[in-house]
């Protein structure tokens, strides 16, 4: 389950999120957003917070079907980096 399928969430929070994954900035993520949201893999709804607007997104139904596909998909990947790394290659 994905962490925007858990509960909605903003730029600032999604960074702070990630900083034990990967460090990521806010010019990295905001594009990355606005792509999701282009492709409808997600929503974004504005509120207000200490008086000031903060946009939240949560995850579709495109989103969810996304990361399914990219979990298929990785699996592949790591099939084919075990093979490259000499799993399945004769010496």
Known sequence: MSELERKESYGYAI???????????????????????????????????????RKYYQITEIGKEEIAGFVDDWGQVEKIFEFIKGAGIDG
């Open 15 to 53: 960074i702070q999120d990630l900083k034990p994954l990967i460090e990521i900035s806010e010019s990295t993520l905001y594009p990355i957003l606005k792509r999701l949201l282009t492709k409808k893999a997600i929503v974004s709804k504005s509120r207000i917070h200490n008086n000031r607007v």
